[in-house]
C-alpha cells in the first residue's frame, strides 16, 4: 500500500514530501530492545509447570522495568495531566512505547499460556471436612478456632467466595437476619457481605 502512495505521490510530483524521514536514529536503546531481549531470553528458563516459563512470568519483568525507569531523573521528567479525581501519565519510558506494545502482543500470541483455575472442592470433601471439624470440635470442648475455621469453609463453599472473599462476609448482618432464618420450611442462613462482589 506504500508503495503504491509511493507511485502515485511520484506521478503527481511530491513523493519527496509525503513520508517524512525514518532516521537517523540515536545511537542508543529509545525502543527497548534491552529489555525485549531480557523477557525473550527469561522466556527459555524453564517453567514451573511447563518446560519453559510463561508469559505471565516473563512479563513481570516490564514491569520492573518501569518501576526502576520511574525513579531515575529521566523517569522523575514524565508529566502528569490531572482532571478532578482523574491522572494520566505521559512518560518517555521504552517499554510503553509502540515497538513495546507490539512486541508484547507478538510474544504472547507465539507464546500462549497455560491456565490452571482453581478447582472446585466437592460437596463429599465439603461433608467429610465438616465430619472432620465436628469431630475436633467436640474433643477440644467447643473450641472457638475450630468454630471459625468450619464457618470459613461453609461460607467460601456455599457462596462460591475466593478466600481473601471470605472475610468481607458481615457477621453483624448473619446475627441481625438469624431468626428470620429459623422461620419457615427452608431452614437457612442469611450471609450479608460488605461491598461489590462478582462485578
Not at 6 to 11: K, V
Not at 20 to 35: E, K, N, V
Not at 119 to 137: F, H, K, P, T, V
Amino acid at each position: 500500500m506504500c508503495r503504491q502512495g509511493g507511485r502515485i505521490a511520484s506521478a503527481l510530483g511530491f513523493k519527496d514530501q509525503l513520508f517524512r524521514p525514518m532516521g537517523p536514529h540515536p545511537l542508543a536503546d529509545t525502543f527497548g530492545m534491552g529489555a525485549a531481549v531480557i523477557m525473550l531470553q527469561q522466556s527459555l528458563a524453564p517453567g514451573k509447570y511447563d518446560k519453559c516459563m510463561q508469559f505471565a512470568s516473563v512479563r513481570k519483568f516490564r514491569s520492573a522495568f518501569s518501576n526502576v525507569y520511574h525513579v531515575t531523573a529521566e523517569g522523575q521528567e514524565a508529566m502528569v495531566l490531572a482532571k478532578d479525581v482523574r491522572k494520566m501519565t505521559v512518560t518517555k519510558c521504552p517499554t510503553y512505547g509502540e515497538f513495546f506494545e507490539r512486541f508484547m502482543r507478538g510474544m504472547h500470541k507465539r507464546m500462549g499460556e497455560i491456565t490452571r483455575p482453581d478447582r472446585a472442592i466437592s460437596l463429599d470433601i465439603m461433608l467429610e471436612l465438616q465430619r472432620m471439624l465436628e469431630m475436633e470440635w467436640l474433643n477440644h470442648d467447643n473450641d472457638l478456632a475450630v468454630a471459625m475455621e468450619a464457618s470459613f469453609y461453609l461460607v467460601a463453599f456455599c457462596c462460591a467466595l475466593r478466600g481473601e472473599e471470605v472475610p468481607l462476609a458481615d457477621l453483624h448482618g448473619t446475627l441481625k437476619y438469624w431468626e428470620e432464618g429459623e422461620v419457615g420450611n427452608i431452614k437457612h442462613v442469611v450471609i450479608p457481605l460488605l461491598g461489590r462482589f462478582k462485578g
